[in-house]
């Protein structure tokens, strides 16, 4: 088991302003922050992030969606990091999301989510690899 897991902040959250608190709960919750950059994806690169949803019908939204803003990518440490922050962010669709997590409190809607989070150990390590170097990551 992997003690880091890899998130962004999404461009709804960025845009609304969000992004300052989400990473203060980050903190907050006993994260350390191994890396954390502000970039904005290309629609290529969203699409070779999400490459694993390419045949389902809501790829061309993300995508879109997600090279439509700024993003933070960071990857996150703490023990059990993966299912712990799956918990501290909630459910997808933030109307079923529980109380107090990240998506009830700045999602608004299943596409506009606020945050991603890896669900895997293995999905952790790629997708901060995606993102950051070795002499990245602290």
Known sequence: MSNRTFTMIKPDAFRKGHSGAIIDRFIKEGYRIVALKLTKLSPEKAGEFYAVHKERPFYGELVEFMS?????????????AVASFRELIGATNPAQAAEGTI??????????????GSDSDENAAIEGAFFFSGLEQF
Do not use: D, Q, T
């Open 103 to 116: 998506r009830k409190l700045y999602a608004s809607s299943v596409g506009e989510n606020a945050v991603h």
């Open 68 to 80: 439509s803003g700024p993003i933070f990518a960071a990857i996150l440490e703490k023990e059990n």
